[in-house]
């Protein structure tokens, strides 16, 4: 095709249409500044709402992980369930969440981020309607690591989504709320769980989870795609189809990759950089041995204080507030820290991230002794509850900074990082409500909450470590030299988990 022709056709696109001709055989489609239709350049009300819709569904399936908890006293008696059977129904949700987006996070490359969110949407709220007519145990198991799957699929989008929106200066707020968005709702599901199964029963618990799956669904179908490289593939679609001419591309339509091995990749990368990268492994011990405690706590925060201080469900539910206090205390804090980091970036760089969280690592102990010793008949409930306050505003601080720290020291494998340390702190979800009651029952509530506590305070120099020798172990670190050796070999674009780099040297890092 000749230059003459090229431009002739593009005389003929519409003013908000924009292409570089790259030659006589191939119009590549791409933004232009202040491009409307590229998403970080979406008015801001519209960026907001989009971020409220996705932390939405983060905040929805963090409460029906929650709220299993709190209702199972009815459904043990409806459903005549033993103890291992409860805490699978409670596990296996956490494991979905943990090895699923490993499989499925490389569809939203595929189809992008939109229908892979209504997809999982619609199939989230079918596996509550199957727990919610379950005839006995098994189905409710099975409804819950269904619900896992699905649920993780597009939860797994949220953090992406933001990044799709949002440049990189402008993602604190955002990223503070998603987080804050699970910590809270992962209180909020106990509190409503223990007064609608107090008077309904735990089928009514599901019910209403099932509702505000619908409430999401619509709000989804009304959401626009937020992945760009999808979009100008629609762009580069529709001038095809228009003109009839096949020299229309976007540049993800090159050499694209199969989905095969976009999974392969999503699989693989995730599991080298946590048997591989000391940074990845120490986050994700401390933050799996943190998460497995929290799931303890839910499995067993209703029966200790129906022994200890003879609550019924609804009041043990009202116990779960410290889980939204703390989320509050800790979302200030994390804004606090992002000041911090702002000010101190020149000379620690990425380790800037992680003042607060040294303060943070010593309120997991002190929050859980006072917790331990204090959840005496002889002693008011507001006591221990004031150490689950202090305990969950340090879990709210650690998991939001594990994900900017990660973030910031993997750059465009960020999310292959945050991949394998969600996995492994998901497979201790897992596996610690398994021998809760086995070990509360053995240790009594105290020496088992003990044993937590001085299990915390054994891990409480991680991020001392980190803070003080981080930028060493980066530097001896096959990955970050991998990344540092790509920045310098080109400049590179604003931080995306979704971009793609190259090194021969990384098993598994030679694709997105």
Same mark, same amino acid.
């Given at each position: 095709?000749?230059?003459?022709?090229?431009?002739?056709?593009?005389?003929?696109?519409?003013?908000?249409?924009?292409?570089?001709?790259?030659?006589?055989?191939?119009?590549?489609?791409?933004?232009?500044?202040?491009?409307?239709?590229?998403?970080?350049?979406?008015?801001?009300?519209?960026?907001?709402?989009?971020?409220?819709?996705?932390?939405?569904?983060?905040?929805?399936?963090?409460?029906?992980?929650?709220?299993?908890?709190?209702?199972?006293?009815?459904?043990?008696?409806?459903?005549?369930?033993?103890?291992?059977?409860?805490?699978?129904?409670?596990?296996?949700?956490?494991?979905?969440?943990?090895?699923?987006?490993?499989?499925?996070?490389?569809?939203?490359?595929?189809?992008?981020?939109?229908?892979?969110?209504?997809?999982?949407?619609?199939?989230?709220?079918?596996?509550?309607?199957?727990?919610?007519?379950?005839?006995? =145990?098994? /189905?409710?198991?099975? #409804?819950?690591?269904? !619900? %896992? +799957?699905?649920? @993780?699929?597009?939860?797994?989008?949220?953090?992406?989504?933001?990044?799709?929106?949002?440049?990189?200066?402008?993602?604190?707020?955002?990223?503070?709320?998603?987080?804050?968005?699970? =910590?809270? /709702?992962?209180?909020? #599901?106990?509190?409503? !769980? %223990? +007064?609608?199964? @107090?008077?309904?029963?735990?089928?009514?618990?599901?019910?209403?989870?099932?509702?505000?799956?619908?409430?999401?669904?619509?709000?989804?179908?009304?959401?626009?795609?937020?992945?760009?490289?999808?979009?100008?593939?629609?762009?580069?679609?529709?001038?095809?189809?228009?003109?009839?001419?096949?020299?229309?591309?976007?540049?993800?339509?090159?050499?694209?990759?199969?989905?095969?091995?976009?999974?392969?990749?999503?699989?693989?990368?995730?599991?080298?950089?946590?048997?591989?990268?000391?940074?990845?492994?120490?986050?994700?011990?401390?933050?799996?041995?943190?998460?497995?405690?929290?799931?303890?706590?839910?499995?067993?925060?209703?029966?200790?204080?129906?022994?200890?201080?003879?609550?019924?469900?609804?009041?043990?539910?009202?116990?779960?507030?410290?889980?939204?206090?703390?989320?509050?205390?800790?979302?200030?804090?994390?804004?606090?820290?992002?000041?911090?980091?702002?000010?101190?970036?020149?000379?620690?760089?990425?380790?800037?991230?992680?003042?607060?969280?040294?303060?943070?690592?010593?309120?997991?102990?002190?929050?859980?002794?006072?917790?331990?010793?204090?959840?005496?008949?002889?002693?008011?409930?507001?006591?221990?509850?004031?150490?689950?306050?202090?305990?969950?505003?340090?879990?709210?601080?650690?998991?939001?900074?594990?994900?900017?720290?990660?973030?910031?020291?993997?750059?465009?494998?960020?999310?292959?990082?945050?991949?394998?340390?969600?996995?492994?702190?998901?497979?201790?979800?897992?596996?610690?409500?398994?021998?809760?009651?086995?070990?509360?029952?053995?240790?009594?509530?105290?020496?088992?909450?003990?044993?937590?506590?001085?299990?915390?305070?054994?891990?409480?120099?991680?991020?001392?470590?980190?803070?003080?020798?981080?930028?060493?172990?980066?530097?001896?670190?096959?990955?970050?030299?991998?990344?540092?050796?790509?920045?310098?070999?080109?400049?590179?674009?604003?931080?995306?988990?979704?971009?793609?780099?190259?090194?021969?040297?990384?098993?598994?890092?030679?694709?997105?």
């Amino acid at each position: 095709m000749s230059g003459e022709s090229v431009e002739g056709t593009l005389s003929k696109l519409s003013p908000a249409s924009t292409v570089v001709c790259t030659g006589e055989k191939t119009v590549y489609i791409e933004f232009e500044d202040g491009d409307k239709r590229d998403p970080q350049n979406y008015p801001v009300l519209k960026k907001w709402a989009i971020t409220l819709i996705a932390c939405y569904f983060t905040g929805m399936t963090a409460a029906y992980s929650s709220s299993f908890s709190i209702s199972t006293p009815s459904l043990r008696r409806e459903l005549d369930c033993t103890d291992l059977q409860a805490a699978l129904g409670l596990g296996l949700y956490a494991f979905g969440f943990g090895v699923v987006p490993l499989f499925t996070s490389s569809f939203s490359e595929e189809v992008g981020r939109r229908p892979v969110y209504i997809f999982s949407s619609i199939m989230f709220a079918l596996t509550q309607v199957m727990v919610a007519l379950a005839p006995n =145990m098994n /189905a409710v198991i099975a #409804g819950r690591l269904l !619900g %896992g +799957i699905f649920g @993780s699929t597009g939860a797994s989008l949220v953090g992406g989504t933001i990044a799709d929106i949002w440049k990189p200066q402008q993602r604190g707020l955002p990223m503070s709320l998603f987080a804050f968005t699970s =910590m809270l /709702a992962l209180g909020m #599901g106990s509190i409503i !769980g %223990g +007064i609608v199964e @107090s008077s309904l029963g735990w089928r009514w618990v599901v019910w209403i989870h099932i509702m505000f799956s619908a409430v999401f669904i619509m709000l989804v179908l009304l959401m626009s795609e937020t992945r760009s490289s999808i979009i100008l593939i629609q762009i580069a679609r529709s001038q095809r189809q228009r003109t009839g001419s096949n020299i229309y591309k976007a540049k993800a339509e090159i050499n694209k990759e199969s989905l095969w091995s976009l999974i392969k990749t999503a699989v693989t990368r995730p599991l080298y950089f946590l048997l591989t990268e000391p940074l990845v492994q120490s986050f994700s011990v401390w933050c799996g041995f943190i998460w497995g405690v929290v799931y303890c706590l839910l499995e067993a925060i209703t029966p200790m204080f129906q022994s200890v201080y003879g609550f019924n469900v609804r009041q043990c539910g009202y116990v779960y507030v410290t889980s939204c206090i703390g989320a509050v205390i800790g979302a200030l804090a994390n804004l606090y820290q992002d000041k911090l980091y702002r000010k101190h970036f020149p000379q620690k760089k990425q380790e800037a991230r992680l003042y607060v969280v040294c303060v943070a690592a010593l309120f997991l102990p002190i929050g859980m002794f006072i917790f331990a010793w204090t959840a005496s008949p002889k002693i008011h409930w507001i006591v221990p509850i004031i150490g689950l306050t202090v305990f969950t505003s340090g879990v709210m601080v650690i998991f939001q900074v594990t994900f900017l720290y990660l973030a910031d020291c993997y750059n465009t494998y960020a999310s292959s990082a945050q991949a394998g340390q969600s996995l492994f702190r998901n497979s201790m979800a897992f596996v610690f409500p398994l021998f809760t009651q086995q070990m509360f029952g053995t240790l009594t509530y105290t020496w088992a909450l003990t044993l937590f506590g001085i299990l915390s305070v054994v891990m409480a120099p991680t991020p001392f470590v980190l803070f003080f020798y981080g930028s060493r172990i980066r530097a001896r670190s096959i990955a970050s030299r991998a990344i540092l050796a790509a920045e310098a070999a080109t400049q590179p674009s604003e931080l995306s988990s979704d971009l793609s780099s190259s090194s021969p040297s990384c098993p598994g890092l030679d694709k997105v």
